[in-house]
């Protein structure tokens, strides 16, 4: 029993001597690295000061905190992740070194790294002058600082470094890369490490970053953890400065759809090509089979994410039910414009946070407008089935046969969009309109609005077959199914993902 019982605790032994000896050795290099950068740092309020004395009073008191928050830390220095994570880094540094990208003379910053193993990487390869952000401080290698606000002066650093997928998790990769752009000097480089490997994802960054700088390598790099086993590298030069990233998209007229969106719309679900004889069912039942442009893409290289709902009728109809439940939104936080002419919705509309009503019908131009209040047969007025109907410029009015109608004001839905959202936002449509899509979307090509929507969900109103009376069609709309097909057609040609919405 005795030798049985010995040998564990030898083994125990062993073990913790050889865990000692590790931690000792990184002590011993992690004081090496932080004298260094005394020796060099010039990073203004992160550096030591300059006075000898001084500087080694500090070396002295930041040693004893690094001894000191030890007991902490020790555990995360000796960690199998820390140690994996640093040499990981210095391999990548020390290819951007061979690239060019980077000296060993280089200001470098490191954002959003809560642990600083890409500083500490930086620093053992031999580049002195570097320092990390994160909201959180852990020094004497991170500084408390946050990537949307970087605390350091417009042009102080050569190099910056966004690793571990942090610019996709931003909530606002506008205002990342603009504070990134802001603080590289004049020829810096930045790089990027992100999970988005899609030629969409590709283009929004490039995108993202057309203010200041152009891509000048992608790297494929084999990651170190499970969270991101294949990484994108892409590194970014500083090569100008305020140029606005809106107005090339701006412009009157035409625009071209790039030749990936036409792709991913060839991948999307099928049209229905026969007239439904069952639409309230086919229909419907359609939004099961919708490839949704988030469940292919990353989209998360947008400055803004927007929602705009024209036809929303009341909150729950497709905003809450659908949109807010549904959509696969990749954790983005979508700011919502619900355009909705119909009074009867508007007061729920003033209690919903993110959400901004539009109380106008969307039109081809501002004008007042008369709509029917649409109502199923035999249903109240205030029922389920109220909604918005047709509408008709006012001049023209009397041409709804008898109905209840009202007057509203129409807007010029194209303008609004094209002043609205930019190029860089990531927008998603819905519309139901009641038949003035006919309108809408012709007016969408003309401007050029379309190329500001990504994704759009359209109800085409057409004489369907009703649920009420077999074998009639629905008197209400004049165009056809065919005319229907088309319409979704032409608009998949043109590279617009459009979806067939009930
Ligand atoms: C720093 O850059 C920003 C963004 O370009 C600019 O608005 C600001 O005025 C600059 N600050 C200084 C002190 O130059
Ligand atoms: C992107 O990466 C994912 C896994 O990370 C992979 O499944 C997919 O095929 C890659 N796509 C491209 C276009 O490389
Ligand atoms: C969204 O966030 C949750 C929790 O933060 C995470 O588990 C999930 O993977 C994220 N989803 C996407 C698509 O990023
Ligand atoms: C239409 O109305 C909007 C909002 O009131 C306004 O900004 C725009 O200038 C108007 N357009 C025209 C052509 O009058």
Not at 160 to 186: H, M, W, Y
Not at 210 to 223: H, Q, S, T, Y
Not at 386 to 413: A, H, T, Y
Not at 465 to 489: N, V
């Amino acid at each position: 029993m005795e030798p049985a019982a010995r040998k564990p605790g030898f083994l125990r032994n062993v073990l913790l001597r050889l865990l000692l000896f590790g931690v000792l050795i990184v002590i011993v290099r992690f004081a090496y690295v932080i004298t260094l950068a005394d020796e060099s740092c010039t990073l203004g309020d992160f550096c030591f000061s300059p006075s000898p004395n001084l500087a080694m009073a500090r070396t002295r008191s930041h040693a004893l905190d690094a001894l000191g928050g030890a007991a902490t830390a020790l555990e995360r220095y000796a960690s199998k992740d820390w140690i994996n994570g640093v040499r990981f880094y210095s391999s990548v540094f020390q290819d951007l070194i061979a690239g060019g990208f980077l000296s060993p003379t280089a200001k470098s910053l490191c954002v959003e790294t809560p642990t600083g193993r890409d500083v500490l990487a930086l620093r053992v390869i031999g580049i002195t002058n570097a320092v990390g952000i994160s909201k959180k401080a852990s020094p004497p290698l991170v500084k408390s600082g946050e990537a949307l606000r970087i605390p350091f002066a417009n042009g102080t650093f050569d190099f910056v470094f966004a690793g571990d997928g942090a610019l996709e998790r931003s909530p606002n990769a506008g205002q990342f890369a603009a504070e990134i752009a802001r603080t590289l000097k004049p020829e810096g480089f930045a790089a990027f490490h992100v999970k988005a490997n899609d030629t969409y994802s590709f283009n929004s960054f490039v995108d993202l970053f057309k203010f200041c700088c152009n891509v000048v390598k992608i790297n494929d790099v084999l990651g170190f953890d499970s969270s991101m086993p294949h990484i994108k590298e892409l590194i970014v030069k500083k090569e100008r400065y305020g140029i606005d990233s809106d107005s090339y998209s701006n412009s009157k007229g035409k625009c071209s759809v790039p030749d990936y969106m036409k792709k991913l719309v060839r991948n999307a679900e099928s049209l229905i090509e026969e007239e439904p004889l069952k639409p309230w069912i086919t229909l419907k039942r359609n939004v099961k089979n919708i490839r949704y442009l988030t469940s292919m893409i990353d989209i998360s290289f947008k400055d803004r994410y927007v929602y705009v709902d024209v036809g929303a009728r009341s909150y729950g109809s497709s905003i809450g039910s659908w949109f807010r439940k549904q959509y696969p939104k990749q954790n983005k936080t979508f700011h919502v414009y619900a355009i909705e002419a119909d009074k009867t919705f508007h007061q729920e509309y003033g209690l919903k946070k993110g959400v901004t009503l539009l109380p106008y019908a969307a039109w081809v131009r501002n004008e007042s407008l008369v709509f029917e209040i649409n109502r199923g047969p035999g249903e109240k007025v205030q029922g389920k089935g109220r909604g918005m109907g047709r509408i008709q410029p006012l001049q023209s009015s009397g041409g709804f046969d008898g109905g209840e109608v009202e007057k509203i004001n129409g807007f010029d839905f194209a303008v609004w969009l094209k002043n609205t959202v930019s190029k860089n936002d990531f927008v998603v449509v819905k519309m139901d309109v009641e038949g003035t899509e006919f309108y809408l979307i012709p007016r969408l090509f003309e401007t050029g609005a379309i190329c500001l929507v990504d994704e759009i969900f359209l109800e085409c109103h057409y004489n369907r077959w009703q649920r009420c009376c077999p074998g009639q069609r629905s008197p209400k709309y004049e165009k056809t199914y065919d005319q229907c097909l088309q319409l979704f057609t032409s608009l998949r040609q043109s590279g617009v993902l459009v979806h067939q919405w009930f």
